[in-house]
């Protein structure tokens, strides 16, 4: 066993899109739609919102290859079993010209967990692209929610404070948050070890 070595690590390659997102690639004709492009439907109960956002790499560029997929509570904070008219759960591109990625969800509830604690509402984001070896996790809290925040405790591990701020979306008019994720450098957005 002494003798075996770590394979090299690859990142996601201009290939991710060809096999997650087909259609958002070009390529018609594998799926209808690409899976996780529709969380919601017109009757699904909630606040309708649209978040969107950019993903910015270490020099200020927007990343316009990235992929990335959203997990979350419902409107009531429980994890939606099938059936609801709700997934919680999307998956989105990044705008091949622009960067922007978006989704249209529900707000989530507050996820209560363990001993009646309960976590802010958020959105938890899952990253890939180009230049990246292993996806990356974050969160997403919404700006409303500040009395919620002060007793989340996943808020609650970060250890410099200033940058939770880094994990709060702006407000984008009525229904809307923009939430850009920056990579490196300054204002570097929170990443969880998961």
Not at 62 to 76: I, P
Not at 97 to 106: A, V, Y
Request: hydrophobic share 40%.
């Amino acid at each position: 066993m002494a003798d075996l070595h770590e394979t090299a690590s690859q990142t996601a390659g201009p290939y991710v899109h060809i096999g997650c997102m087909p259609n958002a690639a070009g390529i018609a004709g594998v799926y209808p739609d690409d899976l996780g492009v529709q969380m919601v439907r017109a009757d699904t109960p909630g606040q309708h919102i649209t978040v969107s956002g950019h993903i910015y790499d270490g020099t200020g560029a927007a990343v316009k290859d990235a992929l990335v997929e959203v997990w979350q509570a419902d409107a009531d904070g429980n994890y939606p079993e099938d059936g609801t008219g709700f997934t919680g759960w999307g998956r989105t591109a990044s705008d091949p010209d622009t960067g922007l990625w978006h989704f249209e969800t529900i707000k989530p509830g507050p996820v209560t967990h363990g001993e009646g604690l309960a976590m802010a509402p958020h959105l938890t984001l899952w990253i890939a692209a180009r230049g990246i070896n292993i996806g990356l996790h974050t969160r997403m809290y919404f700006p409303e929610d500040t009395d919620a925040h002060a007793t989340d405790p996943v808020l609650a591990r970060i250890k410099q404070p200033l940058r939770s701020d880094t994990l709060i979306a702006s407000p984008q008019g009525e229904a809307a948050y923009n939430f850009n994720i920056h990579l490196q450098g300054l204002g570097e957005t929170v990443f969880f070890d998961v």
